[in-house]
């Protein structure tokens, strides 16, 4: 992806977020989100993620 997609990309990520507030959420302990031991994500962010990613796939960028 060249530099003037990626530019493209950020105009539209932009538009989606200008003026929405950051909500608030409950700050949570890295055990409570991540688990440790497995050395991956709880199913929850996990599933957080996933769906960002599919998001930003969408208006063009690889992830690999």
């Not at 493209?8 to 409570?32: A, F, L, S, Y």
């Not at 031991?37 to 199913?43: E, L, M, Q, S």
């Not at 957080?48 to 208006?59: D, F, G, R, S």
């Amino acid at each position: 992806m060249g530099l003037e997609e990626v530019g493209e990309v950020m105009k539209t990520v932009n538009k989606r977020v200008e003026g929405t507030p950051v909500p608030r959420t409950e700050k949570k302990k890295v055990t409570e989100v991540y688990d440790l031991v497995r050395h991956r994500p709880t199913k929850e962010y996990q599933e957080v993620y996933e769906k960002v990613k599919k998001e930003y796939t969408e208006l063009g960028l690889v992830f690999e």
